[in-house]
C-alpha cells in the first residue's frame, strides 16, 4: 500500500461540540499543486477544519479521504505525510534554533546536518542558529515554525495564520515558499483572515460563514471583492 495521496476530499464533514456546530455538512476536493485559501470570519470554523484534515479533530459525521486511505485504517500512514503550523508553534525557547530543528529532525529519522542547514536557509535564519529561541521575535519564531513543520516532506501542509508576525520581507518569503511547495507536488491549505495577503497567493479560495461552506472556486481577480460578495449574500 502506498504512503503518499494526490489529492484530499471531505465528504459531507460536520464537527458538533454540544449544539454548536463548528463545521457543518463541508463537501470539497483539495489536489496536489493546490494552494487553497480557507477564508472566513473570525468563529467561521476555519480552525476546526484545519485540525480535522490534520487528524487532531475526529469529524461528528461524514468522512475525510487521503487518496484511497482513511484515518481509521491508516492513520499512522497519513500523519506522517502531514505537516501543520498552527497558533501553537511547538518550538523550546531555551534551545537554539538549530537544536530545536535537530530535535525534530530526530523524530522523522532525517539526515540531522543537511536537513537542518537546508531549513535555517529556508527561515533566512542561517545567521541566527545558535541563539535560543526565547530572544527571537514573533516573526522569526513563526518562519522557523514553518521550516520544523516541513522538515518531513508532507504532502499536505495545513496553515492556520501563518502570516502573524510578518513584517513584509518576511511575508514575501513565506509567500515564495508556498509557491514551491505547491510547484513541487504539495497539497497547501492555508486559512487566514487577512485577504490582501491571500491575493494572488492562494489558486483556489474556499469560504466558510458560520461552520458552512459558502462557495469553492479558483481564484481570480481581487480576492477581496469576491469575498465580499459572498459575505454579503443573505
Known sequence: MTDDFDRVELVDVSRHYGRRRAVSHVSLTIHRGDILGLLGPNGAGKSTLIGMLATLVAPSSGSIQYGSMNTSAEGTRIRARIGVLAHELHLYPELTARQNLEFFARLYGLAVPATVDTALASADLSDRDEDQVLGFSRGMRQRLALERSLLHRPRLVLLDEPFTGLDDRAVHLV????????????????????????????????????????????????????????????
Open 175 to 234: 509567500a515564495e515558499r508556498f509557491r514551491r511547495l505547491a510547484a513541487d507536488g504539495a497539497i497547501v491549505v492555508l486559512a487566514t483572515h487577512d485577504l490582501d495577503l491571500a491575493d494572488g497567493l492562494i489558486t483556489r479560495m474556499a469560504v466558510v460563514r458560520s461552520g458552512r461552506l459558502l462557495s469553492d472556486a479558483p481564484a481570480g481577480g481581487s480576492t477581496r471583492q469576491q469575498y465580499r460578495a459572498l459575505m454579503e449574500q443573505p
